[in-house]
């Protein structure tokens, strides 16, 4: 209920097992993609106004319901008219505005902590809210994500480690992302993972050699590696 800008600290807590309570980063995980749905979306009438065309021009159908939804946006299945199955990917409305006026509180919150609270500064809250308030803020552009996928793809494509969806760039704007559809099963699904005979010490293995191959290798990193 408190929208984006909390749901983002939720999903970075969620990560740090090593600070917080088992069961709670369980429950905070959720917010990574179960955030409720964006409510009446008309999802035909948001990608017709999106790409100012019929949406019936470029896609055979589009799921009403979507896949998965998180903080900035939400994603539903459909079908290009040249057969591919793709997903859309759609920010929600309105949100730009409620993530400044959010983090201007906060980063007003985080200077007064550190001007009065001296144990307080060696976390440099000022300089962490300053950075969720830029990264939250470049996540609203689509067409910047689109442009990171298609890079990543680039990097990994005579690679066995990592698979990244291609982007239709044709059909997507600022404000939506269309992309290859693939199926999966998330890499925190133990049991699923087990039941489809993955190897795990394997797929450990590649999670970090990726992880390392971006970092050291690429300089080019992804960081929803959720």
Known sequence: ?????????????STRRDLIDAELADGL???????PAIKNLDIEAYVTAALEQPWQEVFTSIDANPLASASIAQV?????????????????PGI????????QHIVRLAEWIDDRFQMARRFHLPNLMHDHYAILVAELDLLQEA??????????????????????P???????LTMEYVEGIPIN??????????????????????????????????????
């Open 170 to 176: 044709e059909w997507s704007r600022q404000n939506l």
């Open 189 to 226: 699904h133990i049991e699923q993972l087990v039941a489809a005979n993955v190897d795990l010490e394997i797929l450990a293995h590649k999670g970090v050699e990726t992880f390392f191959t971006q970092v050291f290798e690429q300089n080019f990193f992804h960081a929803d590696m959720h």
């Open 76 to 92: 539903h299945k459909g079908q290009l008219k040249t057969g591919e199955t793709i997903v859309v990917k759609v920010v929600r």
């Open 1 to 13: 209920d408190l929208g984006p800008v909390y749901i983002k600290l939720g999903q970075l807590l």
């Open 29 to 35: 995980a959720q917010l990574q993609d179960r955030v």
């Open 147 to 168: 442009a990171n996928q298609t890079q990543l793809r680039r990097n990994f494509a005579e690679s066995d480690l990592l698979y990244v969806p291609r982007t239709y």
């Open 96 to 103: 730009g505005a409620r993530i400044h006026s959010d983090m």
